[in-house]
């Protein structure tokens, strides 16, 4: 392996050292794409492009996963290596996002709806780091996991209460009124995914300037406020479950200009803090601070 690629990728890729990044990814890899066919798309990726730049990198079921992006921020190359630096995924696609729509914050001030340190699985403001973006819906939404250790489960992952997130608190990020609710969803089998009912159980809160937060995937039965309750910011709404589109405990958390989720357009967050988190990075609810992230793309 020439461990220099984790790091210098963009460099070997523009110079066309395509046969030493080929020899360096995996069999399965190199059962699906042959070398001459990774030449012809990579030399065809890399016309009319002077420099790439590494906009992220995370780690991510086991995977560090580094994004590099070229100068014009219209192509991106997804690198995925595995614990002994062998390329397990190379992934080169369009890079789009919505300026316009990235400009636009909410008027009301949020707070993650946590109490504790949660890790940001998605989130941001292109594809690559929050597979929410593409959909105007959720385009700003957040997918919240706890983990330990770059895992979030211990000992076996088919049961629920092994995961860190299930049973954990999930509280009100700002202050509003309950404006719908859902509780009766059943929990999932962690692997497993509800299609019919994609929020699962979940809570909308109305809030001033006509904002509107919601956030699903609660425990069953769990969520201990009502329609038309008023909620104050770090109220306790339930607890994190594994309901909906969900194939293991989060939370997924956004804020929207209308009640209807289908209708709706996620709005880019102003929080307290001023910061935007991304993925990969740990908030830590107590002092509201994005330890050691702040620099990541926004």
Not at 42 to 55: A, E, L, M, P, R
Not at 123 to 144: D, I, K
Request: with cysteine; hydrophobic share 35%.
């Amino acid at each position: 392996m020439n461990y220099q690629l984790k790091e210098r990728f963009g460099e070997f890729f523009l110079q066309r050292n395509f046969k030493i990044i080929y020899e360096n990814t995996s069999i399965s890899f190199q059962e699906l794409v042959s070398f001459e066919q990774f030449l012809e798309l990579s030399s065809k990726f890399n016309n009319g492009v002077s420099q790439y730049t590494c906009i992220a990198s995370n780690i991510i079921c086991g995977l560090y996963r580094y994004i590099w992006v070229d100068d014009a921020q219209t192509k991106a190359v997804i690198l995925a290596f595995d614990d002994k630096d062998v390329i397990q995924g190379l992934y080169l696609k369009p890079f789009e996002t919505c300026p316009m729509s990235n400009q636009i914050r909410t008027k009301n001030k949020y707070m993650m709806p946590i109490t504790d340190e949660w890790f940001v699985i998605w989130g941001g403001t292109n594809e690559f780091v929050n597979y929410h973006y593409p959909f105007e819906q959720q385009r700003y939404a957040y997918n919240l996991v706890k983990m330990v250790n770059h895992q979030t489960y211990k000992d076996a992952p088919l049961k629920n209460e092994n995961y860190f997130a299930f049973g954990a608190e999930v509280v009100a990020p700002a202050d509003g009124t309950v404006l719908k609710v859902m509780d009766s969803i059943i929990d999932n089998v962690p692997g497993e995914k509800d299609e019919t009912n994609i929020l699962g159980n979940y809570c909308i809160i109305v809030h001033e300037n006509n904002e509107y937060s919601m956030i699903a995937h609660f425990k069953k039965d769990s969520i201990c406020v009502n329609v038309g309750d008023s909620v104050k910011t770090g109220q306790l709404l339930g607890f994190c479950g594994n309901s909906g589109y969900s194939s293991e405990p989060h939370i997924h958390f956004q804020v929207m200009n209308h009640a209807d989720f289908t209708q709706a357009k996620s709005l880019r967050i102003n929080f307290y803090n001023g910061l935007d988190p991304v993925q990969r990075g740990f908030w830590k609810a107590c002092s509201e601070r994005f330890p050691g992230w702040q620099n990541d793309y926004k």
